[in-house]
């Protein structure tokens, strides 16, 4: 089955400078990858995905960036703010094969933005 | 707010009992799936059902189960439970198959002791 490594574990980065999240992933069939952000006690929050035609995708200060045939993908939030202080999860999914399976999480990034 | 309920938000039971958790999808949405998030497994897929149709399992045990029914909404029960059964247990749904653009209810927190 799809296997997905995220690094790092914790990133402490200042207010205002950039951050970024790197995620691998084992099954070549896997070709849908989205984030979730998940704040301390609550649900994760889809905040970006992005599917294996697609090389790199933006959303105002986050951004995705898919590499297929080194099997990883990354996030970057820049000019990062208080607010993106969370636990950030990547995953993948063979969204075409059959469709049926479910995401396979990365272990999550803690992400503290320091004022 | 994701439009997915899930009820309860907290439920404590002893160990050896048989709980249900409730999940309530977004309206139009056909596909559930159900989650468990523990500090030391993480975020993990349990279960995948289709418009009322088992699609897919990952790491479920065999005291879980779960089912969909007619309405769309789906149940999730958890029996013999034991203390490593204490996690977060969120439900996603989504318009179709395949996880994409999933959904996160509040999730139901468990705790056995």
């Known amino acids: 089955g799809e296997n997905v490594e995220q690094h790092p574990s914790t990133l402490s980065v200042q207010e205002g400078d950039s951050a970024v999240i790197k995620c691998t992933y084992s099954?070549?069939?896997?070709?849908?990858f989205p984030w979730y952000k998940q704040e301390l006690g609550k649900r994760p929050q889809l905040i970006i995905d992005?599917?294996?035609?697609?090389g790199e995708k933006k959303d105002q200060r986050i951004a995705v960036t898919l590499n297929k045939t080194a099997k990883h993908f990354s996030l970057h939030i820049t000019e990062t703010q208080p607010e993106d202080s969370a636990v950030y999860f990547c995953?993948?999914?063979?969204?075409?094969?059959?469709?049926?399976?479910?995401?396979?999480f990365g272990k999550g990034t803690h992400l503290i933005i320091q004022p | 707010d994701s439009g997915v309920t899930q009820t309860p938000k907290h439920l404590i039971t002893a160990t050896g009992q048989r709980v249900t958790l409730r999940c309530s999808p977004r309206?139009?949405?056909?596909?559930v799936y159900w989650y468990q998030q523990s500090l030391d497994q993480g975020l993990q897929f349990l279960i995948h059902?289709?418009?009322?149709?088992?699609?897919a399992k990952g790491n479920i045990l065999e005291r879980f189960s779960a089912q969909q029914f007619p309405d769309l909404h789906s149940e999730l029960n958890l029996s013999s439970l034991e203390l490593g059964d204490s996690a977060l247990y969120f439900c996603?749904?989504?318009?179709?198959?395949?996880?994409?653009?999933?959904?996160f209810g509040q999730g139901t927190r468990l705790t056995v002791v």
């Open positions: 996603a749904s989504s318009v179709v198959q395949g996880g994409t653009e999933a959904f």
């Open positions: 099954d070549s069939a896997s070709n849908y």
């Open positions: 309206s139009g949405d056909l596909s």
């Open positions: 059902y289709y418009n009322g149709e088992e699609r």
């Open positions: 992005i599917r294996s035609n697609v």
């Open positions: 995953a993948a999914s063979p969204y075409l094969r059959g469709g049926a399976d479910g995401l396979t």
